[in-house]
């Protein structure tokens, strides 16, 4: 697993992940993903909840450190799938298809890849999808 250093996101914005979860809802309400999302959620503290989202943010300041790294290396796609069951455990099943779509708005511009990029360093956002695109083509 990779080693994660716990940060503090001062600088981000905890109203953007209820905006994000609002998003998710217009766009995946009906879904058994947002389902399972729901039934993970309301079991948890608020203070886990921010853990868990803190920690999210985590894998993007470790990604940024991979950057000198070509997105298909080891270590990058390591990150990739541990990305991928950390979401299975906390959140929801990510499936392929769940995972390319974050993929999407990781580099898709606007709030996403901003906060992204600030906790990663400028491209992270971008990286994150060339790193994905790459573990999900070898699924």
Not at 1 to 27: N, W
Request: glycine share 8%; with cysteine; net charge negative.
């Amino acid at each position: 697993m990779l080693e994660v250093e716990r940060t503090d996101f001062e600088g981000f914005d905890p109203k953007k992940i209820e905006q994000y979860c609002q998003q998710a809802k217009a766009l995946y309400g009906k879904t058994d993903a947002y389902k399972e999302f729901q039934q993970k959620r309301k079991v948890r503290t608020k203070e886990q909840e921010k853990n868990l989202n803190a920690q999210v943010m985590d894998f993007f300041v470790q990604l940024g450190k991979l950057r000198p790294c070509a997105p298909d290396s080891e270590e990058a796609q390591n990150w990739a799938m541990e990305l991928q069951a950390f979401f299975t455990e906390h959140f929801y099943t990510c499936t392929p298809q769940i995972l390319g779509s974050l993929a999407e708005s990781y580099a898709g511009g606007g709030s996403m890849t901003e906060n992204i990029d600030k906790v990663g360093g400028d491209g992270t956002g971008t990286f994150a999808k060339q790193v994905i695109d790459i573990y999900l083509s070898r699924l």
